[in-house]
């Protein structure tokens, strides 16, 4: 889903190792009116990469290091580095020929996509073609997915079956598959990116957490979703608001022990918290949904903390007791 207009865009880093035909898909997809995302550089561990040629033609930043001689995290930081400076929010891997280290994925976990030329979990690492040929798979194909510490084992986002002719070569199927790429790389990026900016994907992130949460049921209150525990004269310890009153956050307002914490966390952090009209007098403070760096871990820190608050004992007592064991 592409988001909508007036909304930032998300900064991508591409890095690639070779000629870049993927990064030429993205590159002009980004372009096109209404992407969700922009290319803010390209980098290699290959000076010699032939598609920072045609991104130094397109008028985007790019960046080269090469990997020889250097320690596999080492590398990654330099890299990260480069990412960083350019404000990439996103790194997005296209024929990128390096395992990234550990703890480079974790530091940009779900902010860190590829494509495999297969359809995952079949044939991850490499000869991929040849391998679902000798199988005798009737499709072959290709995976947008994000990048785990594990090899090719992240969360699929979008596939592409491409089918497999009689007596096809690995060579003609790759060929086949690479058109497919072009095609479903920038629509799956698109998509993925743009997810956090769309109210219905948020909210049903929201809901989820929640669900988890004793004893708790959804109500509307002053147009915006609600939650509330304890029943029928339950109180509320959380909303869903998009955009009301004409702010420009989709934001969870949850409660805080009042207007001193309140007003801290919005001086300490004010990219992830503001002082939401009409709930914000009352000590509730909104937690921006709506941000690349949204944790959601912080989020249900403050759906928990806020639900603990309002609970009646007789739920919250049970919680502790069982804690204690």
Known sequence: ?????????????????????????????????????????????????????????????????????????????????????????????????????????????????????????????????????????????TTVHLVTPELDSGAILQQIEVAILPDDTAEALADRVKLAEHQLYPRALADYVSRGNDPAWLIEQVRQRIAALPEVEERPSHGAPGWRTGGKSGKYFAYFSDQHHGEKAIALLVKTSGADEMNALIENDPASFYRPAYYGASGWVGLVLNRPTLDWGQVEHWLWRSWRSVAPKRLTSLIDAAEEF
């Open 1 to 141: 889903m592409l988001p909508e207009a007036g909304r930032a865009k998300a900064k991508v880093a591409i890095f690639i190792s070779g000629g870049g035909t993927n990064m030429a898909a993205l590159l002009y997809a980004s372009r096109l009116p209404g992407c969700p995302y922009e290319i803010v550089l390209v980098a290699s561990n290959r000076e010699d990469a032939g598609g920072l040629t045609l991104a130094r033609a397109e008028g985007i930043a790019t960046f080269a290091h090469p990997h020889r001689g250097m320690e596999r995290a080492e590398h990654d930081k330099v890299m990260e580095r480069a990412a960083r400076d350019a404000g990439a929010e996103f790194i997005v891997l296209a024929g990128y020929m390096r395992i990234l280290s550990e703890e480079f994925v974790t530091r940009w976990a779900g902010r860190i996509v590829n494509i495999h030329p297969s359809l995952l979990p079949k044939y991850k690492g490499l000869d991929t073609h040849a391998r679902a040929i000798a199988a005798g798979d009737s499709h072959g194909g």
